[in-house]
């Protein structure tokens, strides 16, 4: 198939790139390199430097023709959103509205739409299915569930076929090692932690040690961005296959602790990676997980890489290279 990845640039966006190149699929990337990389492009993939924030940009691009698009394009900040909420509403709800009316005027119908799990909030039983009630606890979460229900109303209206995808904690990198480009100041647990473990940062902080969890510290689903990556090439074929939209959760399934993935990536550094405990992070659950049981039954996605050493050695591979 003839792709169009926007946010193709990014840390997922590129990981995705790999798996459709992989796949045979011919793909062009449309990004603006705000938070993308030139160094995580392909030589085999063309390349936009756009704007989703201008329509004219969009409408020349999907003018091109395309059999499908995958959108990840978003800030992706939690703690920012809460603050500047107005740079989300535009970029991420406005910015969606701008791609889903190019691509319909221009009868590209087929997307893959890189969701939260942010949209379901403080967990109300675990592990997380599809059903769970949503109820995100910030903005950047209630973005990604108002693009759900613009999906779900361009799916009825103008036989726009989907499959979002709601991501618990992306992590890792390729494990080959052709992607490793970094996140700038990034604020997600694996990437401080590599940052501590290369002297980039002298200490790093644990946000709270007294949850009811097994040693007090927050655990999470972490999936490794190569097996996300898989979903949506997984995505795409079941698109073209069953012509119907689908909505689904990609965890791991395997709960991590804050402290065991600081201490798994001791032992896998052999650094000493210095680590105090301070309060708690507002709005951080004690505990979330998911089922992805769905995932499996419709897409057949089955995480290889998710395990805690593969994730922290292919981010520390990464690291390294830089
Ligand atoms: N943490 C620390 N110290 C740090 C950074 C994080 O202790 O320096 C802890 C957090 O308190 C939390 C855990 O590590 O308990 C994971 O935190 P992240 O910031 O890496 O991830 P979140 O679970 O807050 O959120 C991530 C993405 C969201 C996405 C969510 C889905 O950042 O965009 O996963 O589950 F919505």
Not at 199 to 211: H, L, T, V
Request: with cysteine; proline share 4%; hydrophobic share 40%.
């Amino acid at each position: 198939m003839k792709v169009l990845v926007i946010g193709g640039a990014g840390y997922i966006g590129s990981h995705v790139v790999k798996a459709l190149l992989k796949s045979g699929h011919s793909v062009t990337v449309f990004d603006n390199l705000s938070s993308g990389l030139r160094q995580n492009l392909f030589k085999q993939n063309d390349f936009i430097h756009g704007d989703i924030l201008n329509p004219a940009q969009l409408d020349a691009s999907f003018a091109s023709g395309f059999d499908a698009f995958i959108h990840l394009a978003a800030f992706k900040a939690a703690g920012e959103s809460m603050i500047e909420p107005e740079k989300y509403s535009l970029n991420n709800i406005s910015g969606t509205i701008n791609i889903l009316n190019a691509a319909i005027k221009n009868n590209c119908k087929k997307m893959v739409f890189s969701s939260s799990a942010a949209i379901f909030g403080e967990p109300q039983y675990l592990p997380i299915d599809e059903k769970h009630p949503k109820n995100p606890e910030n903005f950047y979460g209630f973005t990604k569930l108002d693009i759900e229900h613009y999906l779900e109303w361009y799916d009825k209206l103008r036989n726009l076929k989907y499959v979002a995808l709601r991501y618990f904690n992306a992590a890792g990198y390729d494990p080959d090692g052709e992607i490793f480009g970094l996140e700038q100041n990034p604020a997600n647990l694996l990437p401080v932690v590599m940052e501590t473990a290369c002297g980039m940062r002298k200490e790093m902080s644990i946000f709270g040690n007294d949850y009811d969890t097994r040693d007090g510290t927050c655990i999470r689903d972490y999936v490794h961005v190569s097996d996300l990556a898989d979903a949506h090439v997984k995505a795409l074929e079941y698109i073209s296959d069953k012509n119907e939209s689908l909505t689904v959760n990609l965890g791991s399934e395997t709960g991590i602790s804050v402290t065991e993935m600081i201490e798994t990536a001791r032992r896998i550094t052999g650094k000493e990676i210095p680590a105090k405990y301070v309060g708690r992070r507002l709005g951080d659950p004690a505990c979330l997980y998911a089922t992805s049981a769905y995932a499996r039954e419709k897409l057949g996605w089955i995480p290889k890489y998710s395990d805690i050493d593969t994730l922290i050695s292919s981010t520390w591979q990464a690291y390294q290279k830089n």
